[in-house]
């Protein structure tokens, strides 16, 4: 391959260009410092190194007045173009600095990604169509810098306080399991009932302890378990199949408890909130794009979370029975799997 031969000049500053042209457009050594805002003596300065490196007179002047020279004339109009090209060069720079374009690498859990995220990258392509969106569904915390990961959806605490967090939704979790399950299963109208019940558990460590509140009193219940799984659609689809209770974020668990597929079977309890944030390396660099689909992101998630935090439709324990509550919710049209 041919290597391209470096632009050779003498000139090594576009200032003594834009002081060459202004001073013929302004028609005076004056004109020109006052409209550059620079000295007389300065702007006469580099009018005479730029005749000395070219080696040829540009402007003749006298005491009270001047003219461009033949030579001048030339170097004027080519300077112009110039000029004019490197101004069309930063404009065109500056335009794509805002222009909302590019690829973006986002990870989220596989639950999230499926039921909301998915959705919410479609929407935000139909409005910018020159952006292209990888989707990491991944129920493990993957390393942002490392992974080359521009975004990120997480509850988890930051390690690193290098990140930028912008909270985009609140979660909390419900304890909940199926009507088939309920229907064999001890009843359970308090959280010290879940003691005498199958668990399945989520998480990586596995979540052991439910910590749950009516608003005036938090509890903390050990759980014995048989399944454990790193996916809230893994516990989600346990829970339908009848392994037990399940300790599930009502994004997760929201379309399968309207379905009546699960049941809340503690409606006065619940686990503190905690905050959906979307997470990316720095805020230094931020591109039009990624603030762009951030915003985007906390508006359909504040939507979302209008419907999804509604109490879930169920009567409360002092009225009816978590096993009552389950024989009375919609039976499926096809058996659970």
């Known amino acids: 391959m041919r290597t391209q031969t470096p632009y050779s000049t003498h000139i090594n500053s576009i200032q003594d260009l834009t002081i060459f042209t202004t001073i013929v457009e302004a028609g005076s050594l004056s004109q020109a410092a006052r409209d550059l805002n620079l000295s007389l003596a300065l702007v006469s300065k580099r009018l005479s190194k730029l005749e000395d490196l070219l080696g040829v007179r540009l402007i003749t002047r006298s005491t009270r007045s001047l ?21 069309r060069a930063e404009n065109s720079i500056q335009s794509r600095k805002d222009e909302i374009s590019g690829s973006l690498t986002i990870t989220s859990s596989t639950s999230f990604a499926r039921l909301f995220l998915a959705k919410i990258v479609f929407g935000f392509q139909a409005l910018h169509p020159n952006v292209s969106i990888h989707l990491l569904d991944d129920d493990g915390i993957v390393s942002l810098i490392d992974s080359g990961v521009d975004l990120a959806i997480r509850q988890a605490v ?33 959280p010290e009932d879940i003691s005498a019940h199958e668990c399945v ?48 974020s009502i994004w997760s668990a929201r379309a399968e408890l309207d379905a009546g597929h699960i049941v809340n079977v503690l409606p006065d309890w619940r686990s503190p909130e905690r905050k959906i944030y979307a997470v990316y390396p720095s805020r230094t660099y931020q591109t039009p794009l990624l603030k762009a689909f951030v915003h985007y992101l906390g508006v359909q998630a504040k939507g979302i979370e209008k419907a999804f935090l509604r109490e879930p439709a169920c009567p409360k324990p002092a009225l009816l029975s978590a096993t009552d509550c389950a024989a009375r919710m919609p039976k499926p049209n096809h058996p659970l799997p």
């Not at 020279?69 to 490197?86: A, H, N, P």
């Not at 390690?159 to 229907?183: E, H």
């Not at 399944?227 to 893994?234: L, M």
Request: hydrophobic share 40%; with cysteine; aromatic share 8%.
């Open 67 to 87: 003219s461009v020279t033949e030579s001048g004339q030339d170097f004027y109009e080519q300077c112009r173009v110039i000029l004019e090209g490197i101004q």
């Open 158 to 190: 930051l390690p690193n306080s290098s990140l930028i967090a912008v909270a985009i939704a609140t979660d909390y979790r419900i304890v909940c399991a199926s009507p088939g399950y309920l229907r064999n299963a001890p009843a359970i109208d308090h």
């Open 201 to 248: 558990v989520f998480g990586s460590p596995p979540i052991t302890d439910w910590r749950l509140s009516n608003g005036q009193d938090t509890v903390t219940i050990p759980v014995k378990w048989r399944i454990s799984t790193r996916s809230g659609d893994a516990t989600t689809a346990a829970a339908m199949a009848d392994a037990g209770l399940a300790y599930s």
